[in-house]
């Protein structure tokens, strides 16, 4: 009886390491996202984002809120109901916006470090993105965020 339990008990952590050590990104789903010292909404505001669709990864939950950090290492807690799934990326060397899926394609755009790209979908290591007013195909590595 007790080795079953010791058993469980480690199978339990193992899967709960897991969960916590995986990587989630999300995206802010509002223009205006309040980010806190705390996971409460009586915590003081730390910043403020003013930018939809900003990729953010999660490194900790707590009840509704979610500790996240940015690409610029700066972190806190947001309330879940300002976040979606991952829909979203930021490149992080100069890329070419293409046509089609293909680096032979025609070029429409270059894009700088730092732009912020909305998914369309995504086709291999390929994605179908849009940014302001254009729209086509970029190489999704060397990125921050998540195309799953």
Known sequence: MKKN???????YFLFNFELIAKE?????????VNVR?????????????????????????????????????????IHWSQLKSSNSFI??????????P????????????????VIKKCLNDWCNVKTDDYSGWVKADNIWGSIN
């Open 24 to 32: 989630t990104f999300l995206s802010l789903k509002k223009n205006t």
């Open 37 to 77: 010292y705390q996971p409460t909404l009586d915590s003081k505001i730390k910043y403020i984002y003013k930018k939809i669709n900003l990729p953010v990864k999660q490194i900790d939950k707590k009840e509704n809120f979610r500790r996240i950090i940015d690409l610029k290492n700066n972190s806190g807690w």
């Open 91 to 100: 490149i992080l060397e100069n890329k070419i916006l293409f046509k089609k």
């Open 102 to 117: 293909s680096s032979f394609s025609k070029p429409i755009l270059r894009l700088e470090k730092g732009r912020l790209l």
């Open 5 to 11: 339990f010791i058993w469980i008990l480690l199978i």
